[in-house]
């Protein structure tokens, strides 16, 4: 195809605003994909991005489209994620298309992601379309949406275009407005190869695929190209395009996306922006790279049954061959016996690791409390990282402690606005800005990162009754006064309830987590003090009171079957618990007792 016949998009849009259903509208209307074949959400391909409503990795499609100028193109669109744990991906995606549509709910307005996507999208240069969607519903208000787009993005809105993406009102208007208002790509045909590398996974059948945008030159299966990072040379088993379907043909083009295979054996081979040329007669001018996404959030993951160490070895790896971002390392825990300290780019990220690992693979887990990246400097000088604070040295050793910190941008109705800024302020917030556009407030927040990952985000939800959104990038580390609080259960500290906390507000969380645990420890037949201690010293102490009769004492009489239901149902809750010296601490535990509410 030539240059001026291709255009490259993404869409950006704040979650729920109607990216999937646009994705899928603009498929449908240039018949992309036969209708029989057309399911909801065409482009969010894991069960899981369909069961939850988000997308997770970049996915791709080359839509055909004749105009109403009478000529052919070939539109290309990235899909990529909304969720504030995979901007990096985001901004990578961006840099391999020229423009972007900006879709805005007509009826809610700009919020935090529509935000942080759309700065992505001007910071690659895009050009953006804005698009109003669900103009079906009576809530909707063009004029005043339009209005806040030029007053809090800074870009003219008065040609945004009016769509619903349920009705398909404006979806072929939408489409002429890409040929029209978007540029083409450019790029030199006789040029040697420059391709960017904007992703890759893992599949079973073909191995690993790369999506490259071409820049200059032509790729075409049986060329020998070279990775630019790594010198690293491979054949050309396939290339092709995604109808969504993954479809090999002869060759790809400058401003073309596509995907190549080349018997690459692992995903680790290949370094998301690096630049891809051929071996022979190769460009010697590489595009400028990407750092790779680093894990900020890291947690224990435990099998529930220690004879599947092995499984979850297995499944982890399987994981982290499709997923560059993900970490892990093995972990021993006095508690919870054999398992790997994981590293995550946040916590949905997590959650989805998680899931798969138990859905996929059916292996239960346990899994520790999320903690964040620690500096600690010692008395001698140097500096660790600490990922677990189970391993946190000796306090005589340490001289200072250093705390990831963001900055939080919260949108909000105004009448909620008094809410978040306690939130934030109980979080150890330091307010940096707070203006108004409309009746919504925007708020500005620099906060630490360990008082965010854990349930910053539901609180949010639940003080606001879903109506603030939010979004965050992180900012560097700070000094602060922290401390390692440790749990001590009938005496014996429990490592996997080590947590690092404020000194200042370590007495208030020590309380919180013994009531907590209290009531989610079942009562044996001897009394269990459970206690908070920071270096040796209690700070809080509650004492569960012995239980006085065996369960089944209660089912007087010789109802053996009962009986004996009642032993399996207490045998197969033991299975979910945590033998710890003599006491059982069931799974829940460990990421409840962490809950501040
Ligand atoms: P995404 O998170 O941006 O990908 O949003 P989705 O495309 O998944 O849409 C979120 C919800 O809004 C879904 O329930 C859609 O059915 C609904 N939705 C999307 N577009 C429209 C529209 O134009 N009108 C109406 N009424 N609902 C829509
Ligand atoms: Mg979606």
């Not at 704040?14 to 498929?27: E, F, M, P, V």
């Not at 978040?420 to 990162?449: E, F, H, N």
């Amino acid at each position: 195809t030539d240059l001026n016949h291709i255009r490259n998009f993404s869409i950006v849009a704040h979650i729920d605003h109607g990216k999937s259903t646009l994705a899928d509208r603009l498929i449908q209307e240039t018949n992309t994909v036969a209708d029989r074949d057309m399911k909801e959400q065409m482009l969010d391909s894991m069960d899981i991005e369909r069961e939850r409503g988000i997308t997770i990795k970049a996915n791709t499609v080359r839509i055909e489209y004749t105009s109403d100028n009478g000529d052919d193109y070939v539109l290309n669109l990235i899909d990529t994620p909304g969720h504030v744990d995979f901007a990096y991906e985001v901004s990578r995606s961006m840099r391999a298309v020229e423009g972007s549509l900006l879709v805005v709910d007509s009826t809610q307005g700009v919020e935090a992601q529509t935000l942080a996507n759309v700065y992505q999208a001007i910071e690659a240069d895009h050009e953006i379309v804005p698009v109003l969607n669900k103009i079906d519903l009576p809530a909707s208000e063009c004029d005043r949406v339009a209005e806040q787009i030029e007053d809090v993005i800074g870009i003219d809105a008065t040609g945004a275009i009016q769509v619903s993406a349920k009705t398909g009102v404006g979806i072929r208007e939408t489409l002429e407005a890409i040929v029209n208002e978007l540029p083409a790509p450019k790029g030199d045909a006789d040029a040697p190869l420059k391709a960017m590398l904007v992703d890759s996974w893992y599949d079973a059948y073909l191995g690993v695929i790369v999506l490259v945008r071409i820049i200059d030159g032509k790729l075409k299966k049986g060329d020998r190209i070279r990775m630019m990072s790594t010198d690293a040379v491979y054949p050309v088993d396939r290339v092709g395009v995604f109808t969504p379907e993954m479809k090999p043909i002869d060759e790809l083009g400058p401003g073309e996306i596509g995907f190549l295979t080349a018997s690459i054996k692992q995903v680790r081979d290949t370094r998301v922006g690096d630049t891809i040329t051929h071996e022979k007669k190769g460009t010697t001018e590489a595009l400028p790279g990407f750092k790779p996404a680093q894990p900020v959030v890291f947690c224990g993951l435990f099998p529930v049954d220690n004879a599947e160490f092995e499984d979850l070895r297995d499944s982890i790896e399987k994981l982290a061959l499709n997923d560059a971002s993900f970490s892990s390392e093995m972990e021993t825990s006095a508690a919870l016996g054999f398992g790997f300290r994981c590293g995550f780019l946040g916590l949905l990220h997590l959650e989805v690791i998680r899931d798969r690992i138990e859905r996929e693979y059916n292996i239960e887990l346990i899994t520790t409390a999320p903690s964040v990246i620690y500096h600690v400097y010692l008395k001698d000088g140097s500096m660790i990282e600490l990922h677990n604070p189970a391993d946190m040295p000796d306090l005589s050793t340490v001289d200072h402690l250093e705390e990831p910190r963001i900055k939080a941008t919260i949108m909000v109705p105004d009448e909620y606005l008094g809410d978040v800024l306690k939130l934030c302020q109980d979080r150890r917030g330091i307010q940096m800005d707070l203006t108004y556009a409309g009746s919504r407030a925007m708020v500005v927040y620099d906060l630490p990162l360990n008082e965010v990952v854990f349930d910053f985000y539901d609180r949010l939800k639940s003080v606001t009754k879903g109506y603030a959104s939010f979004d965050y990038q992180m900012i560097g580390y700070r000094e602060d006064n922290l401390v390692k609080m440790s749990i001590l259960v009938n005496d014996e500290p429990v490592d996997a309830l080590s947590t690092m906390v404020h000194r200042d507000r370590a007495e208030m969380r020590g309380r919180a987590m013994v009531e907590k645990l209290k009531d989610l420890i079942p009562r044996h037949m001897f009394k269990i003090p459970i206690q908070a201690a920071i270096g040796g010293k209690v700070i809080a102490r509650e004492t569960l009171s012995a239980m006085r009769k065996d369960v089944t004492a209660k089912c007087y009489g010789g109802d053996a079957t009962r009986k004996k239901k009642l032993l399996e149902k207490q045998k197969a809750g033991k299975k979910k618990m945590r033998q710890f010296g003599k006491v059982d601490i069931p799974q829940e535990a460990f990421i409840s007792a962490l809950k501040m509410d």
